[in-house]
């Protein structure tokens, strides 16, 4: 009894939010997570279920579910459910080649990779000779005319890597060519506008209070000695594709906290969101939300869920697996059910869609997590949210 006691003064005393009536073991985990966390620990953890939200919490300074962190690698999630609803109408083909849309892609030895090789990460395309200045790595525009002309580092549809900082910016030129619209104006006028979603790609300045910016990560010595041995030299793809390769190395753990890169929103990387956004673009992705319908019909769920890439991932010579932009979710949490589909992000941050169980799920955190990727409290975190919502 006295366990149980200080383990529910934990819940009240540091973590702040609701969860409905069945979700109370979520609340618990989270509180068991905070607890094990920095004392300046800053996060948010929601869910939907079958387009209802069922977990809104959030603990530490400064921080409530209104605030917004940089979400990084999750805002491919946004950028490429926007391909996925063009692709729905019509508007966009998967299987054309990219080069129907934007011309100036088939330079280099491209042209005959199509649009759904592109958005697996098996374009080759990962970044540029020389790298990025900081104005050309915050403006997809700029990205894309750069790439335009790079001749791949491998043999497109051979292999797959990921395009960290250039995949938004890839897919966002074919989205402007087809449509004359740039993928943010398609994400805000579809999808972030009538959601009210707090996930926004081009944070506008009167927002800007809510922003807590990225805390470094704090590695213990043999968190650091596992990061000094990881090879940085200029021409891996690795340095490539992260941006470290040029006179203008980017640190990815200050990546958001640049105005810059906050007001222009680049779509593989430059999302500001809170838990609530993430989970809720998720859940009207999948189901019905506020008496509205899904954005995706079943059959495009299914595909962008459907496995395109997996295996030995190039980039970071780790296994991988990727749907439609999508990261296969269920290939990280292997309990999820099969076609669940989401992306994470370096600092932390994890959100996706379990289709079978009608979940969403958005988690965020404002300190940087070792290693880089899905926080591992994700993991205990994931698992409670998908038993509570299995058994509600």
Do not use: C
Not at 39 to 47: C, I, K, M
Not at 87 to 101: F, I, K, N, P, S
Not at 194 to 220: K, N
Request: aromatic share 10%.
């Amino acid at each position: 009894m006295p366990d149980q006691q200080a383990a529910q003064r934990v819940v009240q005393q540091v973590v702040q939010g609701t969860v409905a009536e069945g979700f109370e073991a979520v609340r618990e985990e989270f509180a068991a997570v905070v607890e094990g966390e920095r004392p300046d620990y800053s996060g948010q953890l929601a869910a939907y279920v079958h387009g209802r939200k069922v977990v809104d919490l959030w603990a530490g300074p400064d921080t409530d579910g209104d605030t917004l962190f940089g979400v990084y690698s999750s805002t491919k999630g946004a950028a490429h459910l926007v391909v996925a609803l063009l692709a729905q109408d019509g508007t966009l083909d998967l299987d054309r080649e990219v080069a129907h849309y934007w011309p100036e892609f088939a330079a280099g030895g491209k042209g005959a990779v199509t649009l759904r090789e592109l958005i697996a990460h098996r374009a080759g395309v990962v970044g540029a000779d020389g790298g990025f200045t900081p104005e050309e790595l915050a403006d997809d525009r700029l990205i894309a005319q750069r790439l335009a002309g790079q001749r791949p580092y491998w043999r497109p549809g051979a292999a797959f890597g990921y395009h960290a900082y250039v995949i938004g910016a890839l897919t966002g030129e074919v989205v402007f060519r087809a449509t004359g619209q740039t993928l943010h104006e398609v994400y805000e006028e579809r999808i972030r506008d009538p959601y009210d979603l707090d996930f926004f790609l081009g944070l506008p300045q009167e927002q800007e209070p809510r922003f807590r910016s990225v805390l470094p990560m704090d590695p213990t010595p043999e968190q650091q000695a596992e990061l000094d041995a990881v090879p940085d030299a200029a021409d891996t793809l690795l340095s490539i594709a992260f941006n470290r390769n040029g006179e203008h190395p980017t640190d990815i753990e200050t990546v958001p906290n640049s105005r810059l890169i906050r007001a222009k929103g680049p779509a593989s990387v430059g999302g500001v969101a809170s838990a609530r956004g993430l989970a809720g673009m998720y859940a009207a992705a999948i189901g019905e939300v506020d008496g509205r319908a899904p954005l995706l019909k079943p059959d495009t769920v299914a595909e962008i869920g459907q496995v395109h890439s997996v295996g030995y991932e190039l980039v970071s010579r780790q296994h991988k697996a990727f749907g439609l932009g999508f990261q296969i979710t269920w290939d990280t949490y292997p309990f999820l059910g099969a076609g669940s589909f989401g992306h994470s992000g370096a600092g932390g941050s994890q959100a996706f869609a379990d289709p079978r169980a009608g979940l969403a799920y958005g988690y965020t955190r404002r300190r940087y997590a070792f290693p880089g990727g899905a926080a591992p409290e994700n993991d205990r975190l994931v698992r409670a949210v998908h038993a509570a919502a299995k058994a509600a």
